[in-house]
């Protein structure tokens, strides 16, 4: 009978291939459009397609749904194209037989996406195959623009859509409508579901799909096995699909899975986003609650180090009626995602699937990620004392000091714009020009930490996390790990402010490291840098460098222009008037004796007899952001410093040897 059968097949699939035809739809010229019945668009103008006019060429229908725009073709300089827009459809039919084959040559392929209702469709290249047996074949774009298509070949048999004789459907089998009785079924039962799902997640022989029942509620369940059809977030599988019943180790699953479809319609991301079950660990990985087959989301968790065998530990503290416990689930790297390098002080979001394994809660993560931190402006402007920041800006190391002040290094973003975000939600955000920040980087007494840092000339985004202090006046972060170095990277010039005291100019933020230029006298006993007419004195503390003030004091009331430290005393008022809010001084004129100088190293000396005598360079040197002077540039950074002889002001720059 196998055989008498195979033959008979053969025979009437042999007769069938003398009776195909070939039909082209061709919408490349204006001779192929004028053939088809449609009218020639003009130059940057389009001829729409639509499903209530048709056109019909040897026997094949054609028919159009829009999409984010009508589907039209469209003249660009005349080259004509089909263009098919988001969610946009075409029809192919025939009224007798059936069609076998299309093929569809993109005229564009940077967004040639699109899906077909039945059959198999497949793109290679500039070419889309589409296969099987069907008296209507719907292609729908599902691409961010628009798919642009140069011409359609469509194969067809004059003897209706070839059924499988043996049919796969069991007309006894058990019917299956809600996803919420799969587990009711005994074990080894097979059904045929017949209502639509979505696709939730899809990986290897994992299916997680999705049903909606009549009041809207998610109904999740897993399908197990080679479905034969890899499917796209939110693909809608249309019903009659089946499967057999089984437990694994508690997990119900729909395993052996046929008579799958491919995807009839594509959700948005509403559909298959994960469900926010931030502050619910405890709930979710409760076994009772439910929750198996579920995508969620949880944020603000910590991780524990992945073990050999895949799995880790996620925990959070939540409060539950005044009360604060440590929840905790099990992870299981199934999909074999890059796992972090988990940092016990960093919180991080996690998103995967829920799944049950020996009656414990499982989550199988999709991706996980650590917050980017907060850019170094917001920190400074929007942080509070005592909380903790991660900085998502590269930092650039402009000074080391291991001092009885403590083990500092000096960084600064170097930004000359920002996005000014902070009133975003009522529609005011813009990118605005900006100055430098600066911060200290606190080591505390870790002197392998501070030895670290002051080697590095780049710190990497995110990798700068410490507890905010003294934001007000010094700012620095009490760092509680080590940040990495970004190496490999072109280093910028780096912006260091002249304040020249001469001119009655100090604008300096706390923590600043910049250049001031100034006499330098003691004044009632204290050194200081100060102005031609003493309107400004500024105090001098040699605590950074202690050797500079043997040699500064030998030469008093010479003009002295230094690498320094800007600090304040106290804290200014805070602008209040305009945004951002910016520290700046009071109104009080003397507002200059709120600072204090920590010289780094001497750029240049003048004799103030000498100032005015004319403007000839009279040194250059380099230093480096550690402060040491040389008389030629070193491997790494320099700082270049042009001295002329009437102690105007330097050029001072950064750059790479």
């Known amino acids: ?107 564009n392929t940077t967004n040639f996406d699109l899906i077909a209702d039945v059959g198999d469709y497949s793109t290679d290249a500039t070419v889309g195959t589409w296969t099987g047996s069907a008296t209507a074949v719907t292609l729908t774009h599902v691409g961010s623009k628009n798919a642009q298509i140069a ?56 299916l997680w799909v999705m049903q909606l029942d009549e009041e809207g509620n998610a109904i999740a369940a897993l399908i197990y096995g080679d479905t034969g059809k890899e499917y796209r977030l939110g693909s809608v599988i249309s019903a009659g699909w089946t499967a057999v019943k089984k437990t694994y180790r508690s997990q119900v699953e729909a395993a052996e899975p046929a008579h799958f479809a491919n995807a009839k319609d594509i959700l948005d991301e509403d559909y298959y986003s994960p469900f926010d079950c931030t502050g619910y660990l405890s709930y979710v990985a409760d076994a009772s609650e439910g929750w198996t087959g579920y995508k969620v989301y949880f944020d603000g968790v910590h991780l524990s180090p992945i073990q050999e065998n895949g799995t880790f530990t996620i925990s959070s503290l939540e409060t539950e009626d005044g009360m604060t416990y440590l929840a905790e689930m099990t992870g299981f790297n199934k999909f074999a995602i890059d796992y972090p390098e988990v940092d016990s002080t960093e919180a991080y979001g996690i998103e995967g699937m829920m799944v049950i394994y020996n009656d414990v809660m499982e989550l199988y993560p999709i991706s996980i990620t650590s917050d980017p931190g907060t850019r170094l402006w917001k920190v400074l402007y929007e942080g509070e004392d005592g909380v903790q920041y991660k900085v998502n800006d590269t930092l650039y190391v402009a000074a080391a000091v291991d001092s009885e002040k403590g083990k500092l290094v ?20 813009e990118w605005m020009d900006w100055y430098p920040d600066w911060i200290a980087l606190d080591c505390s007494g870790d002197e392998a930490r501070f030895n670290t840092l002051a080697a590095a000339q780049v710190l990497k985004p ?90 500064m004091s030998q030469k008093e009331g010479f003009f002295f222009g230094l690498l320094c430290v800007f600090t304040l005393d106290e804290p200014w008022e805070e602008n209040v008037a305009g945004a951002p809010m910016r520290r700046i001084h009071a109104t009080d004129e003397n507002y200059f004796t709120n600072y204090t100088i920590y010289p780094l190293a001497i750029l240049s000396s003048s004799d103030v007899e000498e100032i005015g005598v004319d403007k000839q360079v009279v040194d250059v040197k380099y230093v480096t952001p550690a402060g040491i002077v040389n008389t030629i540039p070193q491997d790494g950074v320099n700082i270049v410093v042009t001295t002329h002889r009437d102690g105007s002001r330097t050029t001072t720059k950064r750059l790479n040897k």
């Not at 459009?33 to 060429?57: C, E, F, H, K, R």
């Not at 459907?169 to 079924?185: M, R």
């Not at 000096?410 to 955000?429: L, M, P, Q, R, S």
Request: hydrophobic content about 40%; overall charge negative; aromatic content about 12%.
């Open 410 to 429: 000096y960084v600064t973003d170097n930004v000359d714009k920002i996005y000014y975000d902070t009133y975003a939600e009522w529609g005011y955000a």
């Open 462 to 551: 995110g990798t700068v996390k410490g507890v905010l202090a003294d934001r007000m006046t010094n700012p620095r972060l009490v760092l509680n790990s080590t940040p990495a170095e970004l190496e490999d990277v072109e280093l910028p010039t780096l912006t260091l402010f002249n304040y020249n005291l001469s001119e009655d100019y100090l604008a300096a933020l706390g923590s600043e490291v910049g250049r001031a230029d100034g006499y330098f006298f003691y004044k009632d006993g204290v050194p200081s840098l100060c102005s031609e007419q003493d309107s400004v004195v500024v105090k001098l503390d040699f605590a950074y460098a202690p050797g500079l003030e043997a040699e």
């Open 151 to 206: 011409s359609l070949v469509v194969t067809t048999t004059g003897d209706g859509p070839v059924v499988d004789p043996e049919d796969p459907i069991d007309p006894d089998i058990f019917k299956l409508d809600s996803l919420q009785n799969l587990a009711t079924l005994e074990d080894g039962t097979a059904f045929q579901f017949m209502s639509d799902v979505y696709v939730n997640y899809q990986w290897n022989d994992h």
């Open 1 to 107: 009978m196998k055989r008498f059968f195979s033959i008979f097949l053969m025979a009437f699939l042999a007769f069938s291939a003398t009776r195909a035809a070939v039909v082209t739809f061709d919408f490349s010229s204006a001779e192929g459009i004028t053939a088809m019945g449609y009218a020639v668009p003009g130059q940057s103008a389009g001829t729409n397609l639509t499903q209530s006019d048709p056109v019909t060429v040897d026997g094949v229908t054609l028919s159009a749904i829009d999409g984010a725009t009508e589907t039209h073709i469209w003249n660009s300089q005349g080259s004509y194209t089909l263009r098919i827009y988001v969610n946009g459809a075409i029809t192919l039919s025939v009224a007798e037989g059936a069609i076998t084959g299309i093929t569809v040559n993109a005229a």
